[in-house]
């Protein structure tokens, strides 16, 4: 980490972690936060669901609800960022405090609830930076209290599909009560058929992922890759925060209620990709996100099956130069391990991954 990484965490963690995130969201729009250069290296290279990614890492969705600072977050270092979770109207979430640092495992139990102003406001801000580079995905969900979650994520994909380079359909957060209900099979299949449609009469044929859960059984992950296959999904992001409690060590906090993220989530999330990649076989598009923090983790979640990674947890513990760094890694082991490209990795210890236990 370097100095002005320590720096700026500690300044951060002197405040309560919601209100640090909403400092580092401040920061970047005013362009405080200095990263370093990421290499622009043709190894690093990713071609996924028809888009061209220049690195295989991306900022999660999460970290810009509001779609405030996407080319900021680009300028760090990552190969895309994913924007949202945005639902159809603008609401405040669950009561605070609800994000909990676990510092000495590297993680943070949230609760948010999806808190954000809105599909308005993110319109309107993606319209603003229309023409500019880079990968910028849409996360959409839906509304606590609607009476149509379908109708709510068939309104984000008629929104977005003309404003985003992909769009995710989360229905994995265990925060929104019931939500994680709409990955049971027969609940999926009519989402994802909808969905289907409304792209088409969107006009725009934008790839879409699903995100999941990392808490589901073998035969929910069965379900799960049959009807994203049934329905020509583009692909999957595994995973969202678990509900789990790992062995923990930090002395607070690790009763509270919400979704798990960050180091302690790397192995679950990691063997529901594997698994995910066994059942979808060689060709599907694949996100690996949780617990990744450092190169390393980066490179495990594409050995296991992974076409591109994602992070957001481990950038609050290790700064904001944390994506430059992963990505000169990247590029360092390319060149190390004489490879032409970092997706021949790809699978490379899918089967170990597999065997794992959940």
């Not at 019931?178 to 969107?202: F, H």
């Not at 000169?328 to 990795?345: P, Q, V």
């Amino acid at each position: 980490m370097s100095a002005f990484d320590r720096l700026g965490r500690h300044l951060l963690f002197s405040f309560d972690a919601e209100a640090a995130h909403g400092l580092s969201i401040k920061a970047l729009r005013c362009g405080l936060p200095v990263g370093g250069r990421a290499p622009r290296d043709k190894r690093l290279h990713v071609k996924v669901a028809g888009l061209d990614f220049p690195n295989p890492l991306g900022m999660a969705a999460g970290y810009d609800k509001n779609a405030e600072v996407p080319d900021a977050l680009l300028g760090l270092g990552f190969g895309f960022a994913e924007v949202g979770t945005v639902t159809p109207l603008p609401q405040a979430g669950n009561p605070k405090p609800r994000i909990f640092r676990l510092v000495e495992d590297d993680a943070v139990i949230n609760r948010l609830g999806f808190n954000n102003e809105g599909h308005d406001a993110a319109e309107k801000r993606l319209v603003a930076r229309a023409g500019r580079p880079g990968i910028v995905g849409v996360n959409i969900g839906a509304n606590k209290d609607s009476t149509n979650r379908i109708g709510d994520y068939i309104s984000g994909v008629k929104r977005f599909a003309r404003h985003a380079s992909y769009l995710t359909v989360n229905i994995s957060s265990p925060n929104t009560p019931g939500l994680r209900n709409m990955q049971a099979r027969e609940q999926l299949a009519e989402l994802l058929a909808s969905v289907m449609i409304a792209r088409a009469e969107a006009g725009h044929p934008v790839p879409i992922f699903l995100k999941i859960a990392p808490d589901l059984h073998e035969a929910e992950l069965e379900d799960i890759a049959a009807e994203v296959t049934d329905k020509a999904i583009d692909g999957v992001i595994v995973s969202n925060t678990t509900i789990t409690r790992p062995a923990l060590r930090s002395p607070t906090h690790t009763g509270e209620t919400g979704g798990l993220s960050g180091k302690p989530l790397f192995a679950r999330s990691t063997a529901v990709l594997a698994r995910m990649r066994k059942l979808m076989g060689p060709q599907s598009a694949i996100i690996g996100v949780g617990g990744v923090d450092s190169t390393e983790t980066a490179l495990e979640k594409i050995r296991a099956g992974a076409d591109l990674v994602q992070l957001y947890t481990g950038m609050v513990y290790a700064g904001p130069s944390l994506p430059a760094r992963i990505v000169r890694g990247m590029s360092d082991f390319a060149a190390r391990e004489g490879l032409n490209s970092i997706s021949e990795l790809r699978d490379s210890r899918l089967d170990q991954w597999a065997a794992a236990p959940l």
